[in-house]
Each structure stands twice: as C-alpha cells, then as structure tokens.
C-alpha cells in the first residue's frame, strides 16, 4: 500500500513534506550550518534538546495543549535546531517507564533528555495577571543539572495576541541558545500565520496530533477535521489531515485535502510550506523534477529533519525506484532511530527488492525496540505466507484483534492468501468481512479496493459475471479513488463492459491530466486491455511498451500489485503465437514475490506458465515437455487442497496429466 508519510502512523509508506511554487534555497537564504555561531548558552546546532510541558496556570484549559504544539510549531521552523520529535519522545518515555498521561512535568522531561542523550530540555508556562493580560515564559534549562540556560519572558496584552507572543519568545530565545541572528530572522513566520491564531483550533489540532500518535490515523481524524472547521485557513491542520486520510488508505480525501493546503500554503512557516508543496507535487501531480527538487530543497534547508528523508523515500517508492527510497529511509532512521515510519517503510519496500530476510529483521527491530503500527503487521504476514511460517502469520493476525478501525486489513490479506492456495470459497467470506469492516470503519475506499481485489480474482478464476458485478458495485461505493477507478476500469474491459470501461477511462483523464503514473501506466494499461479485447495486438503492444518503465509499480491504496501490465503483454503475446516473450513475461511476475505478494497473478502465471510450456511441447520442441511437467506439478502442488468445484483446477488436472509420465 503506501509508504508511510514522515511523522506520523497509518497505512503504506507514509509522508511528510513541503515547498511553495518558486521558494528556493536561496529565497531563505543559507542553511543554518552555514552562518557564524553567535555565543551561545551552552548550546550547540548538533545537540538534542527535548521539548517538554507547557504549563497551564489561567482558568482556560484549552491553552495547554494549544500552546504546547504551537511552541513546538515555532520551534520546528528553525533549521538550527535539534528538537527530538514527538514521536521520538514518545518513545523514550517508554524507555524511562513513563506514559504520555505522566509527560507534564520537568522531572519527566529531563529523564526523557538523559535518555535521548541531549543537552537542554525546553519548557513553557502562561498565568494571567490583574490586568487581564498574559505572562508566557519559556525556559532551557540543562538536562543533568537543571541550571537554567536560557529563559525569555514576554506579556500578550489580550488573548488574541498569546499565539504571536509566544512566538515571538520561542525566537528569542532561540537567538538566546546559539542559533544565529540571521537564520532566527530568515526562519521566524509570525506564529498565527504559521499556524492559527485560534485557541480553540490549536487545542484540537494538538488533540489530534496526540490521537494520531497514540492510536493512529482513523481516531485522529475527527478530531483534526474539527481543528479545521475551526479555522478554515489553518494550513498545517490541512496537511496534517491530508496526511490522516493517506495513511488511513483513503486516497480521494488525502488529496482534496492536499489541495486545499497548497492553496493556503503561504499560512505556514517555512518547513511546513516546503512540506506542503512537496506532497502536491509528489502525491497530487506526480511531478518528478518538482517533487525532487522539493525535497532535496528541504533536505539541503533542514539537514537533520528525518520527515524530509521519509517523504523522498516515499515518493521514490511510488516511481519504482525501490533503492533510492530504502536508502532514504535507512538515512532517516540513522537521524532519528525512534522514528517508526522510515523502520515500517522499509518492511514494505524491501520485499520488492526481494528482500524478505532482511525486513523481518527490521520488524523485530522494531519489536524489540516497543516501535508500532499496523502496516509492519500487514508485511509481515506476507512475508511469513511467502516463508511459510503459519505461526508467524497467526501472530499478526492476533494484533489486529480488539482493532475494529483497522481489522479490514488483515481480513482482506487473509482473504488473498486463501485463494492464493486455491480456497475459494473461503477468500469470498473473509473478503465480504473485509469490506464489511472497512465500510464499518468509513473508510469506503478500501472497502472498494478489497472488492476490485476479490473482482480481480474471480476473473482470472474464469468467473466474468461476479468479476464485472463487484467491479460495478466498488465504483459505487467509492467513485472518486484513482487507482480503484483505474482497476476498476480494466475488469470492465476484461469483462466485456466497453461503455463502462470507456467511461471511467474518461473520468480518469478528465480529473488526472497532469499525473504522471495515471497518464504513463494506468491508461495506457485500460487502452492495452480495450485494444486486446478487440484484437487489436498491435495497439495493445504499443500502448504496454508505454507502460513498461512502471511495470514494477507498488500501488499506493492496494497493499501489493496485481502487475496487470506484465499480465497483459503475456496474454498479447499468447495471442500473437510468441510463446517464448509470453514467458518472459510471466516469469516476471513469478520472479518478483515482493511486488505481487499474495495477487492471484502469481498462482495464475504458474498455470499459464505451464500451459506455454505444454504449447511449445506440442509444438515440437524437445525440451518443452520437462518444462510443463515440472510447471503443472508445481502449481497442483499449490493447489492440492483447493476447492474442487474451481474450474480451473479440474482444467490444470486433465492438463498436467497429459505429462505425468
């Protein structure tokens, strides 16, 4: 599915990114390793500082939460310093055997600095006064000794002005600690416009955050859309909403939401602009050159950012470019080592590599270091299906127990394993709970994706009637999903309904004109499809050889690919006589596990690949026989406890039977 973005949890390959449309380098100026260090408190631009609590001492509870996030927005601008991220600090608490419910004090802040090894720990608090006016005050203080570094105390006359006076503190400050005068100046948005000047929007927009941390995507969602209801022009609440949305497999909101933060992108501070543009150009457009350069804009500003590391690795991982983006990822795990998304990346990506032995050790690194969330849990199945370890498989099915919001994922992987082995009737019932609970859970494009994965399987099983009915219905459920329509698109082809298949192909060029995988794989896989149907080999032929750079694509929404491109060009050379290409290409798919995982392509290239062998037998070649022997014994082999009605089966039987000698 999809590389997980940057900061936070959710499903695939996971994001994080930034960059307004023509903000260069040079528009901020240089990056922080660069200026002159001014004399410092002690403090140095490699040194770990933690932020901890903000203290809340006026009758407004909601300023507690608000303000500790926006201190932390105010802070994370800088390119200087070297703020432990929350998640990091998330995991350190457990390391020193405290919770996130016992994080609120000084004591628990420095535990967590001496365990992260850092040198300062930053804490804030407000009280309001006689006047009706506030005190912030913002204090780094030494980690072992407690001695007060640096402190900054300002006065917002109202409440209205709390926001950009804290900023103004956290800045600073910031020039108090060491950070140069003209990187403080460079990187200072006014801390309204770099985040909201409402309380209320602040408090829920940490709320979520937190929600996200701690219990992932799908329960942080309500609560940041309410972040954004609150203000409307809170950019970073957008991207951060977009980023819920793409993690939790719901790619249409993802990127509406995406959208909306380009547009506002000029409301946030310099990371975040630079994140927010990032992401539209990598998951919205699908621009190369622009989404590159974003990020290796960000990477060159903020060289310590592990985010801007993850998003490229993303982006990397959804051209096919598999070892750039596990190169990224590593890179971002050496920066921060508590960062669960670059460790969960590459448990997705390096099975495409066929790397299988070495995602499991990062999963157990994982393990052992109490790092979680559930797409490691999704590979890890796979993994353990491809090794043929049941009991691993058990325990990752386990995990999911008491998960309503994410149990979807596991139902539908163990739907495919079932059918991968030939248990038909069975891969039905878990994909009818699959989508049962997707849909359960509101997230109604994956429950369509799981539909188009059990339509895929009943078409190449041979049955065209329920394929094309489960298509028409995943459309219904969920019409706006880019790779569900392109799928969605091909079934109908394959099943004979052209004016449906023309239709969403339409809908697909009409809403997708500038991304790049859309114009270069999808369609041109639909026209292949179409072309083919109608005998058309040369058309299908050229239209694939468009596609052909892609053939590897690891989808974004799906948790593996049906390699439907490779598929077809095996089917257009059958067609064509060229037997020899045809297994080419099948083989393909059977050389690949990591990308195909538990597809119904792979049993099925097994039996076509047979069925070739036993063409070129026929056909007079003398070692064709061995070949088709040996291919229709491994396949029977796979489906020696399949369900006996399958058509298929019975068909591979008579088949194979023909060389059992």
Known sequence: MTRNTGEFGGMHRKSWLVIGVGATVAAFGAVAGGWAQTKSAGVHEQDTIVVGDFVNRTKDESLHGALRQALRAALDESPWLNALSDVGFAAALKKVGQTTDTAGTDNVARAVCQQVRGVAYLSGSIEANETNSYVITVRLADCSSDHTLVTEQRTAASKDQI????????????????????????????LSQATSSSIAALDAWATGLKALREHGAMVAIPLLENAVKLDPRFASATYDLGICYRNAGQEGRA???F??????????????LLSIAGLYYSFVTVNSDKAIATYQELIQTYPKDEKARNNLGSFFGDVCRYEEAIAQFK????????DVIAQENQVELLPALGRFDEARQVYQKMVANRLDDDTPHVNMYTIAFHQNDAAEMARQVAWFDGKPELRHEILSEQADAEAYVGHLTRARDLTKQAVDAA???????????????????EELFGNSKLAHDQTVRALKIAPDS????????????????????NAVMTDLQKHYPDHSVVQSYWLPCVRAQIALARNDT???????????????????????????????????????????SAATELNTI????????????????????????????????????????????????LWKDADAEIPLLRQAEAEGGQFSH
Not at 439 to 457: D, K, P, S, V, Y
């Open 163 to 190: 926001v950009d006076t804290l900023g103004q503190a956290a800045s600073a400050l910031r020039e108090k600690a060491g950070e140069p005068h003209e990187s403080v100046q460079k990187f200072s948005t006014p």
């Open 255 to 257: 990127r509406d939401y």
């Open 259 to 272: 959208k909306q933060a380009f547009a506002l992108r000029g409301r946030a501070g310099v990371r975040k």
């Open 331 to 338: 890179e971002a795990s050496r920066l921060d080592p508590g």
């Open 439 to 457: 849909l359960g859970a509101g997230n109604i494009e994956q429950a369509a994706i799981w539909l188009l994965n059990g339509a895929w399987r």
């Open 482 to 501: 880019r790779e569900g329509e392109a799928m969605a698109a091909i079934l109908l082809a394959r099943t004979g309904d052209f004016a449906r298949a």
């Open 538 to 580: 040369t058309a299908a032929l050229k239209e694939l050889q468009t596609a052909a750079s892609l053939d590897l694509l690891y989808p974004q929404v799906m948790f593996y690919s049906h390699m439907p491109t490779v598929l077809l060009r095996a089917e257009v050379y059958l067609r064509t006589g060229d037997s020899k």
């Open 590 to 637: 059977l050389n690949n596990p990591g990308i195909v995982q538990l597809s119904p392509s792979a049993p099925i290239a097994k039996l076509r690949l047979a069925r070739v062998y036993a063409a070129q037998a026929k056909a007079g070649d003398p070692t064709a026989a061995g070949r088709a022997r040996a291919a229709y014994k491994e396949f029977l082999a």
